[in-house]
């Protein structure tokens, strides 16, 4: 039986990424102090991998076949790779995170040229040093071994340090001088497996389960019925991916309606719908939506 060889990211990503592949329809047990965890689909060998060593070398030699990772890290080991599919999560939310230069909140630095001849550590050294060239900046840039957001004001001037939503720089009393790049989520291939016609197909329909289990993350469904009198006027405030499904009831002069929307919307519509003469108006959540 022919296997794909998947890397999962240890650490940070971990339970987000374990937590959308099963949305995704395929469940995985992770056990403890175990670099190999079991998947219920036979086809798929899954291994924990480090993000910062997934893409290079692990998947650019072969070593595995595919695996998850951040742009942030393949950028940073400048990884000769495929990119099957973007997937906007991160540790906490459905949405990208960010790598950032910060300072102590009350630095006179106040922007990237204000950096000449300062020191900045990081993890991410040589985005970071890309950065500070693209800018026109000549800065030390130091590889950072941890606890990053301690080591300004004394024993650095900077640092670029990843965040989601600023919380733990805010509680560290440092400021944001400016964004160094926006990091999401990749899906990534070897590119003599993605050759291999058996490998794509199971990593293009992996891709498309994923994608959508993180669509159907912000939309509900709804289901209603209503009378004929009223339907025109209820399809007009009604939204939907395409177009709202109608068929009728057994009851004569009734339609019932199904629809997906963005949960967003549904606390402000649900009460016009019922207004505009909706009954029975059922919400329900979704695991995948795929367009």
């Not at 099957?84 to 990208?96: D, F, G, N, T, W």
């Not at 106040?110 to 950096?115: K, P, V």
């Not at 440092?174 to 993605?194: C, G, H, Q």
Request: charged share 25%.
């Amino acid at each position: 039986m022919e296997k794909l060889k998947l890397g999962i990211p240890k650490g940070s990503l971990q339970d987000s990424t374990v937590k959308w592949f099963a949305k995704a329809g395929y469940n995985i047990t992770i056990t403890e102090r175990s670099y190999y965890p079991a998947i219920d689909d036979e086809e798929i060998e899954v291994m924990l991998v480090r993000p910062q060593e997934m893409a290079n070398p692990y998947i650019q030699r072969g070593v595995l076949d595919a695996g998850l990772t951040g742009e942030d890290w393949i950028r940073e080991r400048k990884s000769d790779v495929v990119e099957v599919a973007e997937l906007i999560y991160s540790k906490q939310r459905s949405m990208p995170a960010r790598w950032v230069l910060a300072v102590k909140s009350d630095s006179p630095i106040l922007s990237i040229e204000d950096l000449n001849g300062k020191t900045i550590s990081t993890e991410l050294v040589e985005v970071t040093r890309s950065y500070l060239t693209e800018n026109g900046v000549q800065a030390k840039v130091e590889f950072s071994y941890g606890a990053t957001e301690a080591k300004v004001p004394y024993l650095v001037d900077a640092i670029v340090e990843l965040t989601e939503t600023g919380s733990s720089l805010r509680a560290n009393d440092l400021r944001i001088v400016d964004t160094v790049m926006i990091s999401t989520t990749k899906l990534i291939a070897n590119k003599e497996s993605w050759k291999d016609s058996w490998k794509r197909k199971k990593l293009e329909n992996l891709a498309m389960l994923l994608e959508g289990a993180l669509v159907a993350e912000s939309k509900v469904g709804l289901k209603m019925n209503v009378s004929d009198e009223n339907l025109d006027a209820l399809l007009k405030i009604l939204p939907s991916m395409r177009a709202p499904t109608v068929s009728p009831l057994q009851t004569v002069g009734w339609q019932a309606i199904d629809t997906v929307i963005d949960e967003d919307v549904v606390r402000d519509l649900i009460p016009e719908l019922k207004q505009a003469g909706a009954l029975d108006i059922i919400e329900y959540p979704l695991n995948k939506v795929i367009p």
